[in-house]
């Protein structure tokens, strides 16, 4: 069934701390009027997460300022060899000071600790990351790429939880053009033509527990711009759903979705091939899983199990007046189960 409750422009909280409204837009149309939170500073969750790759190569950076922990991470994904370097440092009590941006339009974000150094640079939705890891895997790690907008339509979503004054307003912004390199040690990489990315944007109050699924794909492929944004898990849906499709400067909306996991021995099994559909039969896609990025942290009040896959996407979409033909492209799909 589609979920089409289209937002309208204004604030995404009342003078009570609770949405004013609750569905999708493909621009960020509300305001993040942070000073109407009427939660903890403790409970107030906000990232920036960029993903950027071709298929060589991928990197995952990210800043995090969740109120009692903040995180500074980076991912480095070497796809023909299947291995993952990873780096990250949390730290304490950050309560707002990385000063995240309400909106991801405009404003930089930087962080800085030992042995990282992360800055998120946004020129009116140009956006440079300058990263710099002293220490990953034994080797010294730096990104330094700019991020150009191929649409002027993202996935833009306001989710409420059965809880008061607890939500989630989240900005996918798909099929970003990548320009640029990375160093890790003696290896200068720079990434070549088919190189995209995506920004995770999020702002919210959360529940203590959650589960969410989220697939993205960014490329081009026979011509067109082709990415999605693809997900359920947590909190009210029946408003709207995230499932979005991009082509060239089409957005085509889609209902719920089904990430269909492979079991073995009555436990999933993350890297034999999915299948992905909605519940109209209008997507239908084939993931074939090349490499895990699997974390499980259990840390007294705090624990997490993600399995972030990364793979090659075949199938077709359907929308009103064409079908989308997807062939060997490559993206990721994750199941996370987080207690935060």
Not at 91 to 101: D, E, I, T
Not at 103 to 109: L, M, P, R
Not at 113 to 127: A, E, I, L, T
Not at 250 to 257: H, L, P, Q, T
């Given at each position: 069934?589609?979920?089409?409750?289209?937002?309208?422009?204004?604030?995404?909280?009342?003078?009570?701390g609770?949405?004013?409204?609750?569905?999708?837009?493909?621009?960020?149309?509300?305001?993040?009027?942070?000073?109407?939170?009427?939660?903890s500073?403790?409970?107030?969750?906000?990232?920036?997460?960029?993903?950027?790759?071709?298929e060589?190569?991928?990197?995952?950076?990210?800043?995090?300022?969740?109120?009692?922990?903040g995180?500074?991470?980076v991912?480095?994904?070497?796809?023909?060899?299947?291995?993952?370097?990873?780096?990250?440092?949390m730290?304490?009590?950050?309560?707002?000071?990385?000063?995240?941006?309400v909106?991801?339009?405009?404003?930089?974000?930087s962080?800085?600790?030992?042995?990282?150094?992360?800055?998120?640079?946004?020129?009116?939705?140009?956006?440079?990351?300058?990263?710099?890891?002293?220490?990953?895997?034994?080797?010294?790690f730096?990104?330094?790429?700019?991020?150009?907008?191929?649409?002027?339509?993202?996935?833009?979503?306001?989710?409420p939880?059965?809880?008061?004054?607890?939500f989630?307003?989240?900005?996918?912004?798909?099929?970003?053009?990548?320009?640029?390199?990375?160093?890790?040690?003696?290896?200068?990489?720079?990434?070549?033509?088919?190189?995209?990315?995506?920004?995770?944007?999020?702002?919210?109050?959360?529940?203590?527990?959650?589960?969410?699924?989220?697939?993205?794909?960014?490329?081009?492929?026979?011509?067109?711009?082709?990415?999605?944004?693809?997900?359920?898990?947590?909190?009210?849906?029946?408003?709207?759903?995230?499932?979005?499709?991009?082509?060239?400067q089409?957005?085509?909306?889609?209902?719920?979705?089904v990430?269909?996991?492979?079991?073995?021995?009555?436990?999933?099994n993350?890297?034999?091939p999915?299948?992905?559909?909605?519940?109209?039969?209008?997507?239908?896609?084939?993931?074939y899983?090349?490499?895990?990025?699997?974390?499980?942290?259990?840390?007294?009040?705090?624990?997490q199990?993600?399995h972030?896959?990364?793979?090659?996407?075949?199938?077709?979409?359907k929308?009103?007046?064409?079908?989308?033909?997807?062939?060997?492209?490559?993206?990721?799909?994750?199941?996370?189960?987080?207690?935060?």
């Open positions: 069934m589609r979920k089409n409750n289209l937002l309208s422009p204004g604030n995404l909280l009342d003078k009570n609770n949405l004013t409204e609750c569905g999708y837009s493909t621009s960020l149309v509300k305001n993040f009027n942070r000073e109407n939170l009427k939660t500073k403790l409970k107030l969750k906000q990232w920036d997460y960029y993903y950027l790759g071709d060589n190569f991928g990197v995952a950076v990210t800043i995090d300022d969740n109120g009692y922990m995180l500074t991470s991912s480095l994904l070497d796809f023909k060899n299947k291995i993952i370097y990873e780096a990250s440092k730290f304490a009590f950050p309560l707002g000071k990385v000063n995240m941006p909106t991801s339009e405009t404003g930089d974000v962080y800085k600790q030992k042995g990282f150094d992360f800055n998120f640079y946004n020129n009116n939705g140009s956006r440079h990351l300058v990263c710099k890891v002293d220490n990953l895997k034994g080797k010294e730096s990104l330094d790429v700019h991020l150009e907008k191929t649409t002027p339509h993202s996935m833009v979503i306001v989710t939880f059965l809880k008061r004054r607890h989630y307003y989240n900005q996918k912004i798909n099929n970003l053009k990548v320009s640029g390199h990375f160093c890790f040690g003696d290896l200068k990489y720079d990434f070549n033509q088919t190189a995209y990315g995506v920004l995770d944007w999020g702002r919210g109050v959360w529940t203590y527990s959650n589960t969410w699924y989220w697939s993205s794909l960014n490329g081009f492929e026979n011509g067109h711009h082709i990415g999605f944004n693809l997900g359920y898990g947590f909190g009210d849906t029946s408003n709207a759903s995230e499932n979005i499709v991009f082509y060239d089409e957005v085509c909306k889609f209902g719920d979705i990430f269909d996991i492979p079991k073995e021995n009555n436990k999933l993350f890297i034999k999915w299948k992905i559909y909605d519940d109209e039969g209008l997507i239908n896609l084939n993931f899983p090349i490499i895990d990025r699997h974390a499980k942290i259990n840390a007294l009040i705090l624990g199990d993600s972030q896959v990364f793979g090659y996407f075949n199938g077709e979409i929308t009103k007046d064409k079908i989308i033909k997807i062939n060997h492209l490559l993206g990721f799909a994750e199941k996370v189960k987080n207690r935060w």
